[in-house]
């Protein structure tokens, strides 16, 4: 099975974390630093995946060495985008990513994002302040 073939999850990851996000009182229509995980403990290998993420229209970090608390060395880099809140944008992205992970052999390792709390205007005072 590929990570391709598992896509499904990566799904329901996506509207997870975006739902979680919303319900947490971040911002709906702002523009998100979309950070994709990827890993592997072969760094020539990770680089080529990295080339390829980038062609895709992604900003790529600088690859990272991890030992692992078993003494296992990994190498990880970002794939980086801009996105809104948006599930069928964000499942492209994974589907673009999970493509790219399994023509290298590489770990996706899903996303994350940072938290943007909505602007004081955008709460109705009465509703979370008593007099």
Same mark, same amino acid.
């Given at each position: 099975?590929?990570?391709?073939?598992?896509?499904?999850?990566? =799904? $329901?990851?996506?509207?997870?974390?975006?739902?979680?996000?919303?319900?947490?009182?971040?911002? $709906? !229509?702002?523009? =998100?630093?979309?950070?994709?995980?990827? $890993?592997?403990?072969?760094?020539?290998?990770?680089?080529?995946?990295?080339?390829?993420?980038?062609?895709?229209?992604?900003?790529?970090?600088?690859?990272?060495?991890?030992?692992?608390?078993?003494?296992?060395?990994?190498?990880?880099?970002?794939?980086?985008?801009?996105?809104?809140?948006?599930?069928?944008?964000?499942? $492209? #992205?994974? #589907?673009?990513?999970?493509?790219?992970?399994?023509?290298? !052999?590489?770990?996706? #390792?899903?996303?994350?994002?940072?938290?943007?709390?909505?602007?004081?205007?955008?709460?109705?005072?009465?509703?979370?302040? #008593?007099?």
């Amino acid at each position: 099975m590929t990570q391709f073939d598992e896509r499904e999850e990566w =799904y $329901a990851f996506n509207q997870e974390t975006i739902d979680a996000l919303l319900e947490d009182g971040s911002q $709906a !229509d702002a523009d =998100y630093t979309i950070e994709h995980h990827f $890993a592997s403990t072969d760094f020539d290998v990770l680089e080529k995946a990295a080339v390829d993420a980038f062609k895709a229209g992604f900003e790529v970090t600088d690859a990272e060495e991890l030992i692992l608390d078993d003494g296992e060395t990994i190498f990880c880099f970002d794939a980086v985008v801009e996105r809104r809140l948006d599930i069928e944008k964000l499942n $492209a #992205d994974s #589907d673009t990513l999970l493509k790219i992970a399994d023509k290298h !052999d590489v770990t996706y #390792d899903g996303w994350g994002t940072y938290f943007e709390p909505r602007e004081e205007g955008d709460y109705e005072e009465d509703s979370y302040f #008593d007099d």
